[in-house]
């Protein structure tokens, strides 16, 4: 059998486990990561195939799209919304090339509040009621505010990761941030209804009407223990969730078919990976929101549980092919290494140390870089240590543990995840 290669846009965490998952495919025996970081290369294993990094940016689209032809890789996979929302998409497809990820258009389900809730509006899909304002509409915004129930969420939009998102418990704490969002700032602003209830993530590659179902994962938002602190882009995510799992049929059917059934019926079919962020509430499932990508910490520990070749679970989604994912029923679990005074202003150029117990495979790495020969820390979160076991309690310790066999000068991690589920 000749054997292909692959590549993987993007530089996190999350495009290490991409990564990962393609090098371990029989199909599959070299893969690219544009531009990838420096820890997955040297974390790739006797088993895999090569994980190589390539200096492009995902910005630029042109010089991938020359890359991918040259090399003549058989699929490309994108992991940020960046490169989606400059129509890597629409690009790749023109030239015929094989590529996982929205078009620009559809891509908007996540870049765009506004059209994500017309789309579910018009496809009868419950979420959070919500006012869009203008910064320059301060006095309108204050007004509407004032006959609004508390708590209420205040978003200000253009901010990614859920960075930008405050819950405010009263009126007089609503009103100083909307003031800080809409004047200090001077950014535009969501005013939403506050959902109570459980949340969790559901992930389902779609290619039109076609779906392909990959799982449920929950992510840690909030910087601190006790869910305390800043919003960041996740400090740690298990998988998957259970009491989740018993409602994926009712998600399937009351979420992820009439909004993608919607798109197509408005000339903008989805494809890619739909990630419904999604709130078990006493009404019902409700949608916090939708990504057009794969989350990250999430698929770090989502894509180990699955079985089967991911070369072919990717090629049955382009080829709008029926396929099953098989879950393995062991848990999943990962904790973010982040760099001390993430989310806000921290520091960088920490030497990452292993230890002779650390096991290598257990590592995604994220924000890391080289000086000489040493891997050394370069981004808020640095990476991430995961541990797939038959309990999440055997996940957790191993995983603790084996962060006890990391040393990175001033860093940080959540002591919590995946403590109740
Ligand atoms: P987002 O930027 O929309 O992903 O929001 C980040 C986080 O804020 C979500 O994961 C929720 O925990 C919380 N959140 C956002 N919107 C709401 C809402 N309408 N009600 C309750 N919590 C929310
Ligand atoms: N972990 C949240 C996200 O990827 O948006």
Redesign the pocket.
């Known amino acids: 059998m000749t054997k292909t290669s692959i590549l993987v846009v993007g530089a996190g965490g999350r495009e290490h486990a991409l990564a990962k998952q393609y090098a371990k495919s029989s199909h599959v025996n070299q893969v690219f990561v544009a531009p990838g970081n420096p820890g997955m290369v040297q974390s790739a294993n006797e088993y895999e195939a090569a994980i190589s990094c390539v200096a492009i940016t995902v910005e630029d689209i042109e010089a991938l799209l020359h890359f991918a032809k040259e090399e003549a890789v058989s699929l490309t996979f994108v992991g940020p919304e960046v490169p989606l929302n400059l129509g890597i998409v629409d690009r790749f497809s023109e030239e015929g090339l094989a590529v996982v990820g929205p078009t620009k258009e559809a891509a908007q389900l996540e870049s765009s509040k506004a059209f994500a809730k017309a789309v579910m509006e018009k496809a009868d899909v419950k979420t ?1 009621a919500y006012r869009y304002f203008k910064s320059d509409d301060f006095d309108n915004a204050l007004e509407y505010l004032a006959e609004q129930s508390f708590p209420i ?1 205040l ?1 200000e939009d253009g901010l990614a ?2 960075k ?2 405050t ?1 405010s418990p009263d009126f007089e704490d609503a009103k100083l941030t909307l003031k800080a969002m809409m004047i200090d700032h001077q950014s535009d602003v969501i005013i ?5 209830g459980e ?1 969790f993530s559901y992930f389902v590659l779609v290619n039109g009407k076609h779906t392909i179902p990959v799982g449920t994962a929950r992510d840690y ?1 909030r910087v601190g223990d006790g869910d305390k602190g800043l ?1 960041t882009g996740g400090m740690g995510a298990y998988a998957p969730v259970d009491w989740a799992d018993e409602l994926l049929d009712e998600v399937n059917q009351s979420v992820i078919q009439p909004v993608i059934d919607q798109m197509v019926s408005q000339g903008c079919p989805f494809t890619g990976v739909l990630y419904a ?1 999604l ?1 078990k509430t006493e009404k019902g499932i409700y949608v ?2 939708f990504n057009t990508r794969f989350g990250d910490p999430e698929t770090q520990i989502l894509l180990p549980l699955i079985e089967d070749d991911f070369y072919d679970v990717t090629l049955a989604h382009i080829n709008q092919q029926p396929f099953k994912i098989s879950l393995s029923d062991q848990k999943s679990l990962g904790v973010v290494l982040a760099a001390k005074g993430y989310p806000k202003v921290y520091k960088r150029g920490m030497p990452i140390q292993l230890t002779e117990e650390t096991v290598a495979d257990a590592i995604r790495y994220a924000g890391v870089s080289k000086d000489a020969d040493q891997l050394v820390a370069n981004g808020g979160r640095i990476l991430m240590v995961t541990a797939q076991a038959n309990e999440f309690s055997k996940c957790r310790d191993q995983v603790y543990k084996q962060l006890t066999q990391l040393t990175v000068p001033d860093s940080f991690y959540r002591n919590d995840i995946g403590l109740h589920q």
């Open positions: 959070a969420v978003k990761q859920g930008g998102v819950i939403e209804e506050c959902l109570v949340e938002k919003n962020g709130m916090i929101e």
